[in-house]
């Protein structure tokens, strides 16, 4: 068995007018993310995770900002796209881990719901998916409300042969 690890990053600012989208979940918040698609950050994050663990780039350079088609992407579908990039290469998801850092609000309530979406559009059981929410305690951007970030790390297997 070959098995692969890949890690991902995202942040996007908070702002008035748009809607908070975290792990394909719609989350009321008097704030939404700044992006060209949804800005779902732990999507993006997940989806460059992923990337990462087959050396292919970044979320960026597959669905670049600039593009038109893009525009208000669900980035779950960005994310199964990926996801069937990786199954063509012979690879399955063992597993994902993710934690989203923001001071509000708070996740917890909707922790389960992404897990479904994300092992959802992952092809993988919901067991095979964490998510996990933190503060910085109101220290730097996601302390004090201006932003959102997500980590995640993916360990990816394939058959040697």
């Not at 525009?71 to 998801?93: E, N, P, T």
């Not at 989203?100 to 998916?129: G, H, I, K, T, W």
């Amino acid at each position: 068995m070959i098995q692969r690890i890949g890690f991902g990053y995202d942040v996007h600012g908070l702002i008035e007018g748009r809607d908070l989208i975290l792990g394909g979940v719609k989350i009321e918040h008097h704030k939404g993310l700044l992006g060209h698609s949804d800005a779902d950050v732990l999507s993006h994050a997940v989806t460059d995770a992923l990337l990462g663990s087959i050396a292919q780039g970044d979320l960026g350079e597959h669905f670049p900002a600039d593009d038109p088609r893009w525009r208000d992407a669900r980035s779950l579908d960005l994310l199964s796209k990926i996801v069937v990039m990786i199954s063509s290469q012979g690879w399955q998801i063992n597993n994902i881990d993710a934690t989203v850092v923001a001071e509000a609000p708070r996740l917890a309530p909707f922790r389960n719901a992404m897990r479904n979406n994300l092992a959802s559009a992952c092809l993988v059981d919901l067991s095979q998916v964490s998510v996990k929410a933190t503060t910085t305690e109101k220290l730097g951007i996601c302390g004090r409300e201006e932003a959102i970030a997500a980590q995640a790390i993916a360990l990816i297997e394939r058959s040697q042969g």
